[in-house]
């Protein structure tokens, strides 16, 4: 049994989402017996995906109806009846993560099929199928050495930008390498990405034009130093395939039977590489939820998913609407968000789907006990809102709730430095996911390397789960964590996680060795299976995609924040209201949302509420509004300065629902360009937040600002006073 099969078991009583109809049909070692348990398993919507087992399959599955388990089952079904050999079946998705899990569950299914082989079945992603190919074909079909892979496009973007002068930041650089990506993904070439990014993008980090010549440039440099990123490795095998038909030929006949999860997320040249894959032949089988559609500005489209059906005239289209996940009031919410609350017409994205006649989801049905409604908080400035978020994390923790099940989600990540405060302050454990993948933190690698030198010792101990805590210990592990939040405290957690990890594989795992660890975590680091960290998750509403807690925290629900103030169009409003779904619908139990009035204490409440929020409240519902005074302890007069303290350098990103802020922000952006310094070095955000919200209208007010010094006061104080002062027509308008 593997680790992520131990981690499984050790949290299944909150897990029955992720499993859907629980251990029906199980035997009692809690492995599935043969194909007639594989059906018993399911739940009658999962079954009719199971026994679709040849395609065209167009899977739409609501959160929480057990997706993964439905598809998997659906392959191991469909082997155990000879239906189809597990040699030609290819699984796809979209991270490393998500295809492990897919192994994980086959590797477990496999076990319960004696002879099945599901072991032989691939799940790969998109990328690592497409790059097995390219580098299997490329001497044969074009000759030489295949590409070689790149780590980043940044450092050839600026080398193209320095090539035709262009001057650009490292932000400017990161977001001009997004800006590659999607027109690469979209199949926009150089030549046309102007008028395209014009129409679709919005707010770009340099003028089209430059972005264009940029573009032209780092693929010119790319082709040259025989350099793949990472669209033309898909790019690039699906024009081999069709350019080589022997090549073409042998891939289609070794995979015959596709699975591609998260459909709801595919683009252009993703779906251009599967139809190449598949040749005109349609044993494939979808999955995914149009609801959750969050990555648009990667170019991803949910219109390949409610679409499928036209594709493909003869599909079958199956409904996922069992939620195991979350509770029925929970699930009520989420019906409501996305417009599909029982006894009303379809709204929002559904509305618009049923007009374009797609495949469109139905209503979620909630199979879990009850529990309490969902709360609705409003607060009177950000720091009342973040201690209240930790007070509740703190209850929740001494009642008896591990840290690991709760999480605080948010809009972007500069809203976390004010939360990741006020849950130390409250004494809280908690982590932030996002930032980096675990196994590529340096101690996590350090660790490892010493674990797999250990394995590799001659003599090898008799107890070799008592060999690891030593060995960690060796590069800082303590038996106490150190005190406040820093590198060392992360150090620390990062340490205690694999020292966790190593004691439930060897439970798990009687006369397991330490080379029998050391492939676990090989395993676990090539597939994406992070341990369980113990502390309350702080991460975006990106990164909590296909994730799950038993309370979920929504602080920040304000108008600028969500939808967020560049999500202009109607579209663009609609990704921001699925992305609140999204959040919605990773609460188990408990789901607090909430707002502040105020960024600061004592500042100016002129804040709305999320529009989202409007026909979720019914009268009474608002689950007692907090005063605007700052509930954190110390707050007071002066206490901003002694926070932006606390929180570091750069923290405080401003109110993003403020126009002053994003205008200032923008002449900074401007003055920092012609300056050819970083921006921080001008002013940094927290600055630019106080002056929004101050609006000095004299040099000396602007003076009294923290963080604008005699030196930043001569040479931008005019330009900043400009900018604040008030328009015709904008006095008293929202800041």
Not at 309 to 322: E, H, K, W
Not at 637 to 658: F, M, V, Y
Not at 689 to 703: E, Q
């Amino acid at each position: 049994m593997s680790g992520k099969e131990v981690e499984d078991l050790l949290t299944a009583p909150q897990r029955t989402a992720e499993t859907g109809s629980g251990d029906l049909g199980a035997s009692p070692d809690g492995l599935l017996a043969g194909p007639d348990a594989l059906l018993a398993a399911l739940d009658p919507e999962q079954q009719q995906v199971v026994l679709a087992s040849r395609g065209p399959v167009c899977v739409l599955a609501g959160a929480g109806t057990g997706k993964t388990r439905a598809v998997t089952h659906r392959i191991a079904y469909a082997v155990a009846t000879g239906v189809v050999s597990p040699d030609r079946v290819l699984a796809v998705t979209f991270t490393t993560r998500a295809a492990g899990e897919l192994r994980a569950r086959l590797r477990q299914l496999g076990a319960a099929v004696p002879g099945a082989g599901l072991d032989r079945v691939q799940a790969l992603t998109f990328h690592s199928a497409a790059l097995r190919q390219l580098t299997h074909f490329w001497p044969s079909a074009v000759g030489g050495p295949a590409p070689r892979v790149l780590d980043s496009k940044v450092p050839l973007i600026a080398e193209a930008a320095r090539q035709l002068r262009v001057t650009a930041g490292s932000a400017e650089l990161r977001d001009i390498a997004t800006e590659i990506e999607w027109a690469k993904v979209s199949q926009v070439r150089p030549e046309g990405y102007a008028e395209a990014s014009v129409a679709l993008r919005g707010t770009l980090p340099i003028p089209p034009d430059q972005l264009s010549r940029v573009y032209a440039a780092y693929e010119e440099l790319r082709r040259a130093r025989n350099l793949v990123d990472f669209e033309s490795v898909l790019e690039l095998t699906a024009a081999l395939l069709a350019d080589t038909p022997a090549a073409a030929a042998s891939v289609r006949d070794r995979y015959a039977h596709f699975t591609v999860d998260e459909y709801q997320d595919i683009n252009p040249l993703q779906k251009l590489l599967l139809d190449v894959w598949l040749g005109g032949r349609d044993d494939v089988c979808v999955v995914g939820d149009p609801r959750q559609t969050i990555y648009s500005f990667t170019g991803a489209s949910p219109a390949f998913l409610t679409g499928f059906g036209r594709q493909f005239p003869s599909a079958t289209v199956i409904r996922l609407i069992r939620n195991y996940r979350s509770s029925p009031q929970v699930v009520a919410l989420a019906n409501r968000v996305s417009g599909l609350a029982a006894g009303r017409p379809p709204g929002g994205l559904v509305s618009r789907l049923t007009r374009a006649g797609a495949a469109a989801p139905d209503a979620l049905i909630a199979q879990r006990p009850a529990g309490p409604e969902p709360g609705f908080d409003e607060v009177g400035d950000e720091d009342a809102e973040a201690a209240l978020v930790a007070r509740r994390a703190a209850a929740l923790i001494a009642a008896g709730l591990p840290a690991s099940d709760i999480a605080v989600l948010v809009r972007i990540n500069a809203q976390t430095p004010l939360l990741e405060q006020a849950l130390a302050d409250a004494g809280v454990p908690f982590q932030v996911r996002g930032a980096e993948r675990f196994f590529d933190r340096p101690e996590v690698k350090m660790a490892v390397a010493h674990l797999r030198a250990a394995a590799k010792s001659a003599s090898a101990p008799d107890d070799p789960a008592s060999q690891v805590r030593p060995i960690l210990a060796g590069l800082g592990l303590t038996a106490e964590p150190p005190g406040g939040r820093g590198q060392a405290r992360e150090k620390w957690e990062s340490l205690q996680a694999l020292a966790q990890l190593a004691d439930d594989f060897f439970a798990a795992h009687a006369g397991a060795s330490l080379p029998d660890l050391a492939a676990e975590l090989r395993h676990r680091s090539a597939s994406g299976q992070v341990p369980r960290l113990d502390g309350v998750t702080l991460a975006s509403l990106h990164a909590a995609k296909g994730l799950e807690w038993e309370a979920v925290f929504m602080p920040g629900l304000t108008e600028g924040m969500l939808p967020i103030i560049y999500a202009q169009t109607d579209e663009a409003v609609e990704e921001e209201r699925r992305l609140f779904y999204v959040g919605v619908t990773r609460a188990r139990h408990r789901l607090h949302l909430s707002w502040a009035l105020a960024r600061t204490p004592g500042g100016r409440a002129s804040r709305k509420p999320s529009r989202f929020i409007d026909g979720l409240r019914t009268p009474g519902r608002l689950a007692g509004a907090v005063p605007g005074a700052s509930a954190r302890a110390g707050a007071g007069p002066g206490s901003e300065g002694r926070r932006g303290t606390a929180r570091g350098a750069g923290a405080g990103a401003g109110d993003p629902g403020s126009p002053l802020f994003l205008q200032l922000r923008e002449w900074r952006r401007e003055a920092a360009r012609e300056q050819s310094v970083p921006a921080f070095v001008i002013f940094s955000d927290a600055a630019l937040a106080r002056i929004a919200d101050a609006r000095p209208g004299s040099l000396a007010a602007l003076a009294a600002i923290p963080g604008v010094g005699q030196a930043k006061l001569d040479r931008y104080g005019a330009a900043v006073i400009a900018l604040c002062a008030p328009r015709a027509g904008t006095e008293g308008a929202v800041r």
